[in-house]
């Protein structure tokens, strides 16, 4: 009687399977995102501010950003990239939702502003790279064993 084998009993086909399922898993952990926040406030007198943190604004994905501005007669050009510059006249509280880190122009009167940016950080994204990796050398195994055991078998 002659015992064959199962690819599953085959080391190459059941290596490469682990391979594969610790690759998946390394993806599922990098997915995990974390919500980071930045906020300023402050009263602006007249002059060019551009408001947020460059350190911050480059360093996520993601963003929902929050401009409340507050002022009781005061005249501003808010501008950000890639849109057309908006001017106003302030005589209480205005929300702006900017696409981009906010650039304002302060013409006449002081303006005291709140401005959040709400991002989402992914912790484990470097996961990713050796999960790649484990993917690709499972792939092969499993390949490569499968070829093998059918071969044995004929």
Do not use: C, Q
């Not at 399922?21 to 009263?43: F, Q, R």
């Not at 501005?69 to 205005?94: F, K, Q, Y």
């Amino acid at each position: 009687m002659v015992h064959r084998k199962t690819p599953l009993s085959y080391k190459p086909i059941s290596v490469g399977l682990i391979f594969l399922v610790v690759a998946l898993l390394m993806s599922i952990v990098g997915l995990h995102k974390v919500p980071v926040e930045y906020e300023n406030s402050g009263t602006l007198g007249p002059g060019n501010y551009t408001l947020g943190n460059n350190s911050f604004e480059n360093g996520y994905l993601g963003y929902n950003r929050t401009l409340v501005l507050t002022s009781s007669n005061a005249s501003i050009i808010v501008g950000e990239a890639g849109s057309p510059t908006r001017s106003m006249n302030i005589t209480s509280n205005v929300t702006l939702n900017p696409k981009d880190r906010p650039s304002l122009e302060v013409l006449s009167g002081n303006v005291s502003y709140t401005y959040r940016a709400r991002a989402w950080k992914y912790p484990y994204s470097l996961l990713a790279i050796p999960a790649f990796i484990f993917m690709l050398v499972g792939t092969v195994l499993v390949f490569v064993g499968y070829i093998h055991l059918n071969s044995r078998r004929r």
